[in-house]
């Protein structure tokens, strides 16, 4: 079985980034793939900001990255590029973290302008812990993603499409 860590730069668990985040891990548990959802927002703050690698949940979090045989990172854009709360915990895995993992991103923003961030913000930060195996990825506006009154959110039928394709190629990756 796949291990896929699910690594969210989101600092709101309200934010519509959930709706791919979501939607996402179903598709990958019914292909078979074991999911963990990493929010940043919820590690220790201070140990964030200070680099505490020896910080219980610090720890944890980069043994996960670790473990894992593909890490998906999921971000809101904010002034063109991913959350500061991702790139600080990104700053914490090592060198050579993510060499041999497939890596899939998952943006969401307000507009068509910050498309590119995937490509001109994200991916060179992780081609410098290792990554070679980058996906393509999936930028969705958050008009495409509608929170509905279960709490649950509804996805476009062209963002569903997008994603599908992505997990499966992802899927790919991983049964080698």
Request: glycine share 8%; charged share 20%; proline share 5%.
């Amino acid at each position: 079985m796949s291990k896929v860590v699910i690594l969210s730069g989101s600092p709101s668990t309200q934010s519509r980034l959930y709706g791919l985040i979501n939607y996402t891990t179903e598709q990958l548990q019914q292909a078979g793939a074991e999911t963990t959802l990493l929010n940043v927002a919820d590690l220790p703050a201070e140990d964030l900001v200070q680099a505490n690698f020896n910080s219980p949940e610090i720890t944890t979090a980069l043994a996960l990255i670790a473990a894992a045989d593909a890490i998906i990172v999921a971000s809101p854009v904010y002034k063109a590029a991913y959350s500061g709360l991702l790139k600080i915990f990104l700053d914490l895995i090592p060198q050579e973290g993510l060499r041999g993992k497939p890596v899939l991103p998952l943006f969401i923003g307000g507009t068509l302008a910050h498309l590119l961030v995937i490509d001109y913000a994200l991916k060179p930060v992780l081609n410098a812990l290792g990554g070679r195996h980058i996906l393509g990825g999936v930028y969705a506006l958050d008009q495409w993603v509608e929170r509905l009154p279960d709490g649950a959110y509804g996805l476009s039928e062209e963002l569903a499409v997008r994603l599908d394709r992505s997990v499966k190629e992802l899927n790919e990756l991983l049964r080698g």
